[in-house]
C-alpha cells in the first residue's frame, strides 16, 4: 500500500457582507484532485459547524461538491457553494450576516 502525501492547512477569515459567492479557498486544478475542509463558522452569539468534500472532475470540468454532517446553534449561517475560474477550484460562502469568522482545516490530495 503507498500513500499519498496529504497537505492540510488550517486558517482563519472573516467576511464583512452579505454579498453571494465570496472565495472562502482555492487550489489549483491541475495540482490537486480535490480537497475535504471542515468549517467552524461563527457570527454573533450563533454557531455552524460543517464539512465539505469538493473534488475537480478534468472530463467535464467542473467543480463538485457535498456538504454533510452539519452542525448549527441556531440556524444556518452560510450557504457554500463552488466553481473553477482560471485554472483555480473555488470554495464559494454567501453568509446570512454581514460580521462571519471561519476557522476552516484543509486537507487536499495531489493530482
Known amino acids: 500500500m ?3 502525501n496529504q497537505i492540510e492547512n488550517a486558517f482563519t477569515k472573516t467576511t464583512s457582507t452579505t454579498t453571494a459567492d465570496q472565495v472562502l479557498d482555492t487550489f489549483s486544478a491541475t495540482s490537486y484532485i480535490g480537497a475535504k475542509y471542515l468549517i467552524h463558522v461563527v457570527s454573533g452569539t450563533s ?8 473534488v475537480y472532475y478534468s ?11 452539519t452542525i448549527v446553534s441556531n440556524s444556518a449561517l452560510a450557504t457554500f457553494t463552488a466553481d473553477i475560474s482560471s485554472g483555480s477550484v473555488r ?12 476557522k476552516i482545516i484543509r486537507s487536499v490530495m495531489p493530482a
Open 2 to 4: 503507498k500513500f499519498l
Open 47 to 54: 454557531m455552524h459547524f460543517t464539512e465539505i468534500m469538493l
Open 59 to 69: 472530463v467535464t470540468p467542473a467543480a463538485l461538491m457535498s456538504e454533510y454532517g
Open 91 to 102: 470554495l464559494l460562502v454567501t453568509p446570512v450576516n454581514a460580521s462571519t469568522t471561519y
